[in-house]
């Protein structure tokens, strides 16, 4: 038995085989200040969610950052135990200590879904710094990931995670309604 993992899509057979992160995705360092794109920072994203917590598209100003574009993913390296992700659906501009990456030769779908794993959380916050801890690229850049070799393989299981983190999304606003429903009842009940 080969690198493998447990589970698999049917019609999948062969090894996954060992690369490093720095081999799948390239780190964007192009920076702007370009006032008619919107801007991100860590506070706009959901912890461990992977979701924006507001409306950005009308967050605009002149603060310098890195662009990034739609199917990017920005990784917060401060403190990394924050799990301050996004995969982009749209261009902006990350404020803040972001790590941009751009997906090469593999599935962006799927390289956000391997950054959310125990694996690669666990190299993340190998970090260095005590007050302001940083996630290291060499160190996270050269660490070897589990990946199958077919982009078909790495599509499905991208998707599979994004229709659950859009599950989960779903569900959680459903709560948050309830949760106001039931606040206005109790105004209203108990004046």
């Not at 050269?142 to 199958?148: C, G, K, L, N, V």
Request: no cysteine; net charge positive.
């Amino acid at each position: 038995m080969g690198n493998t993992p447990v589970i698999r899509f049917k019609g999948f057979a062969d090894d996954w085989e060992e690369r490093k992160l720095g081999d799948i995705v390239s780190r964007l360092s192009k920076s702007s200040n370009n006032s008619e794109l919107p801007r991100v920072e860590f506070e706009d994203i959901v912890s461990g969610e992977g979701r924006l917590n507001k409306d950005v598209s009308h967050k605009f100003d002149d603060r310098k950052g890195i662009l990034f574009s739609s199917q990017n993913i920005l990784y917060g390296k401060l403190r990394p135990y924050l799990k301050n992700w996004l995969l982009a659906d749209f261009k902006g501009i990350a404020l803040g200590d972001f790590w941009v990456f751009k997906s090469i030769n593999s599935d962006p779908k799927f390289v956000y879904s391997l950054i959310q794993s125990n694996h690669y959380q666990k190299v993340a916050n190998d970090t260095s710094g005590t007050k302001m801890p940083r996630a290291d690229w060499k160190k996270v850049s050269s660490t070897e990931f589990q990946i199958p070799s077919s982009l078909e393989e790495q599509k499905k299981i991208g998707s599979l995670f994004k229709q659950l983190d859009n599950n989960i999304a779903l569900q959680q606003k459903k709560i948050s309604l309830l949760k106001e429903q039931k606040k206005g009842f109790l105004q209203k009940m108990f004046v």
